[in-house]
């Protein structure tokens, strides 16, 4: 008689660090024989890597895991382990709330996984969180979500203490990778054909080397745009203040950085500003934009705002529109304050309604989309360089990114340009969130190792769930 795979389902919220924590999580669950599922009534393991940086996200894991608990009628070997930055700052308390809870994980600890699955086995319900200072990155042990996009680590957790915030209690201080692990890594994955790079981080910008402090984020990023085989690098999330001339040059002579920054300003008022603590005026990040565009024309800017911040009056919200208008994002991530436990804005005081920051938020959309459409109304005509990463839904057309992250959709043709390939498309329509072309032939630089098979564009917001992965082989 065969035995069923062992299988395991990860759902992840937020944002790319809890993407990668998964793929991190994922691994060390392959390596131990689990198979990856997307349906959770089949999974003998269910993570639920979750943020906190809203009420409503942390609402809604706590919701989850009362659903996926229902599962252990059938099964009472499941185990339900609460991963992430809920994790971390709820701590025991999840334990006492959701009685169906088995472990709890902190992001610092994500590496610790199968020693706590082992130990919650032996019948103890673990909490697992904290800081240690000592982090393990074991880059043969990820199972990687993306065929094409390799995401890596550079920095961890965040020194700031920007009031409305509470990445730095959940996420920790800063603790930066060493230059030569982050290349070593970036080898790694280009070895395997991950024709793009991601470097990650909190205030990703921030990096410093830990074993050589005259090395900056300028010279990381020099380092691996410099890399044989990085056919594309983005970095992600830049903190407007750390950005710096040195860094802002790289984009200049590396034409493998892509056209896109995400740049939180958050807000276009320098008294909510001073009051998120963010230690930078709008007229500081306007230069910046400028400075970025004067570097590189094409360059994508996208942004978080928050509107509703306690004190936040109408002209103050008026304030974030005008920047709005003048900067032109691409895309804008924008939200209602959201009161979270710990930080200073909470006695700031001057709340406002939730009705009025409703309002504000729909006013700030409507004009985000207008000015996006204008926007991708420009790129109709032009020839931009895709990056294919999947099918779509008919399965007559093939989706991909471009370099300032855009979706392109173009018809696949009777020879589909294969996965993990790179295509001109030439824009015939502008959708509000995505492009349409067709294909016009191959790029010249050739492109990197291509795959058979794969599919999703990524990018989204909303949770994400298990799906079939590989694992890297090991390194060397
Ligand atoms: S820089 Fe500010 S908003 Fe970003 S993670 Fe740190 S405290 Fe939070």
Known sequence: MTSRPRRYFVETWGCQMNELDSQRLGGQLMRQGLLPTQRPEEADVILLNSCSVREKAEQKVFSRIGEYRLLKGGKPDLLIGLCGCVAQQEGERALERMAGLDFVLGPARVGELVEVVERRRRGE??????????????????????????????????????????????????????????????????????????????????????????????????RIAALPGVRRLRFVTSYPRDFTPR????????????????????????????????????????????????????????TDLIVGFPGETDADFQATLELVERVRFAAIFAFCYSERPGTAAIRLGGAIPSEVAKERLQVLLRLQNRIQAEINAGFVGRELEVLVTGWGRDRTTLAGRTSCHRIVHFPAGDRPAPLGSFQRCRILRALPHSLLGESAGEPEIPAGPRFEAGEGVGGSREPSRSSPLRVLASAR
């Open 247 to 302: 860094m802002i040059e790289q984009l200049r002579r590396h034409g493998n950085i892509c056209d896109y920054l995400h740049l939180p300003v958050q807000s276009g008022s320098d008294s909510v500003l001073r009051r998120m603590g963010r230690g930078y005026g709008a007229g500081d990040y306007e230069r910046l934009a400028a400075d970025l565009r004067a570097a590189r024309s094409t360059v994508a800017l996208s």
């Open 125 to 222: 319900r673990v909490v697992a969180i904290g800081f240690p200072e000592e982090r393990h990155y074991e880059i043969d042990l990820l199972a990687r979500e993306s065929e094409f996009k390799g995401m890596v680590t550079v920095i961890e957790g965040c020194d700031k203490r920007c009031t409305f915030c509470i990445v730095p209690s959940t996420r920790g201080p800063e603790i930066c990778r060493p230059l030569a692990d982050i290349v070593a890594e970036v080898r790694h994955l280009v070895d395997h054909g991950f024709a793009e790079i991601e470097l990650l981080g909190q205030t990703v910008n921030h990096w410093r080397d830990p074993r050589d402090s005259t090395l900056d984020f300028a010279d990381l990023l020099d």
